[in-house]
Structure formats: structure tokens, C-alpha cells
């Protein structure tokens, strides 16, 4: 049964997130209008030059609070049932599950399945030349099996229809009756896990940093005795 779909606006209260986006704000010369997205554990702001700095701070809140509440949204989508969930670390482990299900389903002629790691690229992708599909490793922990199975699918109906037409579509929904649920849930998986991913190894930076691990390199002895001393100072 599918779940309902979330109020657009509607945030409750006990969701919880280990921390807020920062923010990063960039001011363009040739730029007109404002745009803000969600990038790993922040939200980048790009505004144009010319705008006096109250409105840029006005837009910059009004941009930030929509996507902190998205943001939200998708964490909190998460936390909700949505059944079995996969993880797969291995491209043999997923290139066979990915091969059962498309024996179940299109049966078209893939030819492999790779994992991807860039942070900014897609969710996945078909190589229609070498029928080779690539899927995100943000889309494969821990990953509803019903949202990876949708876009698993999407992918494999572009080995019948390239592009995203009407024809596509019906394609898809043959399998995913849900489709937009399951569209918007795989999408949320991947940008949480991202920021999941961005947010531990800034926490593990600033352990070391802390910690004195991480102990800048190449500094005249006299530098590094005064670094060290005010690490110290932090410390105790
Ligand atoms: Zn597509």
C-alpha cells in the first residue's frame, strides 16, 4: 500500500536532524536572479552583485528556509516505514539483484552494472551505447528496496525508450504503479545520505583537529609550538 504523501508544508516537530545546512554565499557580477540548492551538508547561495545587501540578505533567508524545511521533509520521509530496506556495497551483489529484476520485469539486454561514487552526479544513469548502468552509492544504503527497485527500472526502461516521453513513462508505471512516491523518496535518500556522508567526515576533521591528530605539516618550530600550545588551551 502506498504511503500518502506528505503536507508540502508540514514539518513536525519531533523530526530530528543532527545538524542545519550551513550556508555558502556567492555574489555573481552577471547574474539576474537568485538560486540556492542543497549541495552535501550546505546550502550554496549564488546572487547577483548589483542587489542591494539588505535584499540579498531578505532572499538569501526566504531561499535558505525553504530548502532547511525540504531538507527536513526528505529527513523525515526517511524515518517513516517503508518496508524492506537494501544495501549494497558490492557491484556483484547489486549487478545480480539488478539482473533478477529485470529478468522479472523488461528483460532488456543490459550488459552491467557499475557503482558510482562522485558526490554531484546523478542518481543513476544508462549508457545506451555500452548498456552499462551506473548507480549512485548514495542511493544504495540502507535504501527503501521499493524506491531503489523504481529507479533500478526507470533506468532499465531507457534500454526501451530513450527519453523521458509519455511512452517512458507508461513504461515505468506498468512496474511502479507509485511511481511519484517512490521518485521522491529515492531522491531524498540520495540527498540525506550525501549530507550523512559530508557531515561524518567534517565531524572526524574537526575530532583530529581537536585532538591534535591532525597536526599541520611543514611549520617552522616555533609556529608549531604555538599551534600546539593553542590546542592545548582549547583542550583544557
Ligand atoms: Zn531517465
Given at each position: 500500500m502506498p504511503t500518502p504523501p506528505l503536507d508540502e508544508d508540514q514539518v513536525h516537530?519531533?523530526?530530528?536532524?543532527p545538524s542545519p545546512l550551513s550556508i555558502n554565499i556567492r555574489t555573481v557580477q552577471k547574474r539576474k536572479t537568485a538560486s540556492a540548492q542543497i549541495r552535501g551538508a550546505s546550502i550554496e547561495v549564488v546572487l547577483p552583485k548589483h542587489w542591494p545587501k539588505s535584499f540579498q540578505t531578505q532572499v538569501t533567508h526566504q531561499l535558505t528556509q525553504r530548502l532547511q524545511r525540504q531538507f527536513l521533509r526528505d529527513y523525515q520521509l526517511l524515518q517513516s516505514d517503508h518496508g524492506p530496506t537494501l544495501s549494497f556495497n558490492q557491484k556483484k551483489s547489486l549487478a545480480e539483484w539488478v539482473f533478477e529484476l529485470n529478468q522479472r520485469t523488461f528483460r532488456v539486454p543490459v550488459k552491467g552494472v557499475r557503482i558510482g561514487h562522485a558526490k554531484y552526479s546523478r542518481l543513476a544513469q544508462m549508457n545506451?551505447?555500452?548498456q552499462m548502468m551506473t548507480v549512485s552509492q548514495?542511493?544504495?544504503?540502507?535504501?527503501?528496496e521499493s524506491a531503489l527497485t523504481y529507479l533500478v527500472l526507470h533506468e532499465l526502461a531507457h534500454l526501451k525508450v530513450p527519453n523521458h516521453s509519455r511512452d517512458f513513462w507508461e513504461e515505468v508505471k506498468r512496474f511502479i504503479p507509485d511511481l511519484n512516491h517512490q521518485k521522491r523518496l529515492i531522491a531524498a535518500v540520495h540527498r540525506v545520505r550525501i549530507y550523512e556522508a559530508e557531515l561524518e567526515k567534517l565531524q572526524a576533521t574537526q575530532i583530529k583537529k581537536e585532538t591534535g591528530v591532525l597536526k599541520p605539516k611543514h611549520l617552522p618550530l616555533e609556529k608549531e609550538a604555538s599551534v600546539l600550545k593553542q590546542l592545548l588551551i582549547k583542550l583544557f
Amino acid at each position: 500500500m502506498p504511503t500518502p504523501p506528505l503536507d508540502e508544508d508540514q514539518v513536525h516537530p519531533e523530526a530530528i536532524m543532527p545538524s542545519p545546512l550551513s550556508i555558502n554565499i556567492r555574489t555573481v557580477q552577471k547574474r539576474k536572479t537568485a538560486s540556492a540548492q542543497i549541495r552535501g551538508a550546505s546550502i550554496e547561495v549564488v546572487l547577483p552583485k548589483h542587489w542591494p545587501k539588505s535584499f540579498q540578505t531578505q532572499v538569501t533567508h526566504q531561499l535558505t528556509q525553504r530548502l532547511q524545511r525540504q531538507f527536513l521533509r526528505d529527513y523525515q520521509l526517511l524515518q517513516s516505514d517503508h518496508g524492506p530496506t537494501l544495501s549494497f556495497n558490492q557491484k556483484k551483489s547489486l549487478a545480480e539483484w539488478v539482473f533478477e529484476l529485470n529478468q522479472r520485469t523488461f528483460r532488456v539486454p543490459v550488459k552491467g552494472v557499475r557503482i558510482g561514487h562522485a558526490k554531484y552526479s546523478r542518481l543513476a544513469q544508462m549508457n545506451l551505447k555500452t548498456q552499462m548502468m551506473t548507480v549512485s552509492q548514495y542511493c544504495l544504503n540502507q535504501v527503501p528496496e521499493s524506491a531503489l527497485t523504481y529507479l533500478v527500472l526507470h533506468e532499465l526502461a531507457h534500454l526501451k525508450v530513450p527519453n523521458h516521453s509519455r511512452d517512458f513513462w507508461e513504461e515505468v508505471k506498468r512496474f511502479i504503479p507509485d511511481l511519484n512516491h517512490q521518485k521522491r523518496l529515492i531522491a531524498a535518500v540520495h540527498r540525506v545520505r550525501i549530507y550523512e556522508a559530508e557531515l561524518e567526515k567534517l565531524q572526524a576533521t574537526q575530532i583530529k583537529k581537536e585532538t591534535g591528530v591532525l597536526k599541520p605539516k611543514h611549520l617552522p618550530l616555533e609556529k608549531e609550538a604555538s599551534v600546539l600550545k593553542q590546542l592545548l588551551i582549547k583542550l583544557f
